[in-house]
């Protein structure tokens, strides 16, 4: 088993722009998606940016390479006065899977949602997601909702 230093979870920086593409097309691959370019490009720019409204991501680095990303939103809830956090995607390199990088990355927006005053935080994923929902079985609670959407 290879030693590896403690996971940090940081900011996303203008400068990690091709490591994050490179782990999110990671992501999108695994849902069998994929973006334009000029996705790829707005997407990265909002994550940047001091809007609100927008996303906001971090990475996890290991040994000083780029090995997980989160992106995060705070939005109003009907029901609440604060605001909730959505946490829409999550993505650790298959290389280093299970060894804590999705965990440190959703205690992390944990971590800032209490620090913006919205301690709800949630997220989505798909039935046959089982490694994925293993994790999310220790650090969630299951709810009963099924998502529908326009078609």
């Known amino acids: 088993m290879t030693q590896h230093k403690q996971v940090s979870v940081r900011a996303l920086h203008i400068s990690d722009e091709s ?13 069998e998606a994929k973006v334009s370019e000029e996705v790829y490009a707005s997407s990265f720019a909002r994550l940047l940016g001091d809007d609100p409204r927008d996303f906001n991501g971090m990475l996890a680095v290991l040994d000083g390479t780029p090995v997980g990303l989160v992106h995060y939103l705070f939005h109003r809830h009907g029901w609440k006065v604060e605001n909730v956090c959505y946490l829409q995607d999550l993505y650790a390199d298959p290389s280093v899977r299970g060894i804590g990088i999705g965990r440190a990355l959703i205690e992390a927006v944990y971590a800032k949602a209490d620090a913006a005053g919205a301690p709800s935080v949630y997220w989505l994923t798909q039935d046959f997601n089982h490694s994925a929902r293993k994790l999310y079985d220790k650090v969630g609670q299951l709810t009963p909702f099924i998502k529908y959407q326009r078609p």
């Open 19 to 31: 490591e994050w593409r490179r782990l999110w097309t990671g992501y999108l691959e695994y849902y």
